[in-house]
């Protein structure tokens, strides 16, 4: 079996991660530029997973979110097509991703942090470290 050189390597990796791009892109209803563009979109991706392995609220739902989607505007991000149910509303998409990345690093610190597999033990634990105080703005 031939090892594989470093050039085709690095052909494989800029393939796979061009097609998650392109994937996640998908969702996202607005022109990404830049060296950010890739990050952005995989964090969009991120947070759809997470939002489908935790939930959102009583209407989006993990299974809601599973079968419809989540689609991502400058100003809001939305269930199943642009004029869905409103997940959250912003005044700009840089306000967007500080949510998107903000709601995904929360998620992995607590799944770090205390281990947590059940979606409701991590609640339990976020809403009694905000009820606290203890997470400030």
């Not at 997470?50 to 079968?67: F, H, M, P």
């Not at 149910?85 to 903000?102: A, H, N, P, T, W």
């Not at 942090?113 to 009820?131: D, F, K, T």
Request: with cysteine; charged share 30%.
């Amino acid at each position: 079996m031939e090892q594989e050189t470093i050039e085709q390597i690095n052909t494989r990796f800029d393939k796979e991660r061009s097609l998650e791009f392109k994937k996640a892109k998908e969702k996202i209803l607005f022109t990404l530029r830049g060296a950010d563009k890739y990050y952005y979109a995989s964090q969009c991706a991120k947070f759809e997973k997470n939002i489908i392995e935790y939930g959102y609220s009583s209407y989006a739902t993990k299974s809601s979110v599973a079968k419809e989607g989540l689609l991502f505007d400058k100003y809001k991000i939305t269930l199943g097509h642009p004029y869905g149910y409103d997940l959250k509303r912003f005044d700009s998409k840089e306000e967007m991703f500080g949510f998107v990345i903000g709601y995904n690093e929360c998620i992995s610190f607590i799944k770090y942090h205390y281990n947590i597999s059940e979606e409701v033990e991590a609640w339990r634990i976020l809403n009694s470290e905000l009820s606290m105080g203890s997470w400030q703005h």
